[in-house]
């Protein structure tokens, strides 16, 4: 009996003293998808949840026309008026049936170009903002890569048409539209439905290409862009938001267009269903680091659903991470500047009472001509 007690009683020691386990993060199981590239990237964070050949350069097709789009917005007065050109009317593909000589603003092709994907207008666009189709494409690229941040972009056009050296990678083209989506006028374009077209030799009424906006309704989308030459496969880009959390969807090189569709609906329910966004205000929960740190206002970062998020900050970071110190986000803090306090020197020195101990020995008189020279 007394060794059965000593047994239990060094089993609960050892207990005691051992370290308390930290139970690892359970990642969720991924959807198994048949485009040969994929990203899920949220919207808000920049966190990319899912991947699949994100870094592999392929043909966009027409998800160029997102890029496109937004160097129009941001650098043109889409106000002005385009007259199409001669190369512009007989851009092959999808159109807008414009024809040499007709006049549009620079709003109706952007217009045309997101939502009937108008190869037509992206030619009048570019030329009408840099001169030529070939001038255009090397303005995008600097752009794209010196303002939106991408690696691994090269464009030849301004439309997706097949040419061997035009390409991006899934990871890129999510993180263009996730730029894209930060102008109001781009996001107001990018989730039409439906416009009204007023040409100048016919009218008519265009609806979006992309499936899960209208046929297919999918809860949440607010934006999507579609792409198909025969060299790049069907390309998909598809934006949506539940709650705080928004999801960016890219396909690639899907070999038919009903797959990159049900790629594209697994992707969103396994980024909903898993993860969700949320708002982490530094200033209040390390209050007394104001003082060493300039923190952020707000850290959006997005997470497991249901698992426990510790914030610390180590080595000038702040690190947002699972309980088992998997890494979720990290954001580097700017220390600061403590002004060195400097005392000013002065020609007259301060007086101390060593300097007036003569006025309480001396007669009056002498106080004055010490003060004031000599009375006469």
Known sequence: MKKITLLITALLFIQIISPTRTEAVTEP???SIHSE???VLEAHTGQVLYSKNKDVQMYPASLTKIATAIYAIEHGDLDETVTVS????????????????????????VEGLLLNSANDAGVAIAEHLSGSVEQ????????????????NTHFQNPHGLFDPE??????????ITQYAQGNETFQQIYGMEVLEWDGQKWDATLYT??????EDPYEGVIG????????????????AVRGDTGLIVITMNSS??????????????YGFKHYETSMFKPEEEFHDLKKEYELPEKVPYTHLIGEKVEKNIENNRMVISYDDDTEIKSIKLKEVKKEESTEQSSDVEEASWKDYWPFFIFPRRLWVTELFGEIK
């Open 166 to 175: 035009h390409r991006t990678t899934a990871e890129d083209m999510a993180k």
């Open 224 to 239: 999507g862009k579609t792409g198909f030459v025969p060299q790049s496969g069907f390309t998909l880009a598809t934006s």
């Open 256 to 269: 038919s267009k009903d797959r990159s569709y049900e790629d594209t609906k697994k992707l969103l329910d």
């Open 29 to 31: 199981e991924p959807p």
């Open 37 to 39: 590239a994929a990203v």
């Open 136 to 151: 255009f494409s090397d303005d995008l690229n600097t752009y794209l890569k010196e303002e939106v941040g991408v690696k």
């Open 209 to 214: 290409h992309h499936l899960l906006m209208r």
């Open 86 to 109: 001669k190369r512009a009317y007989e851009t092959g593909g999808s159109s807008v049936f414009l024809e040499e000589g007709d006049e549009a603003t620079l709003r109706q092709l």
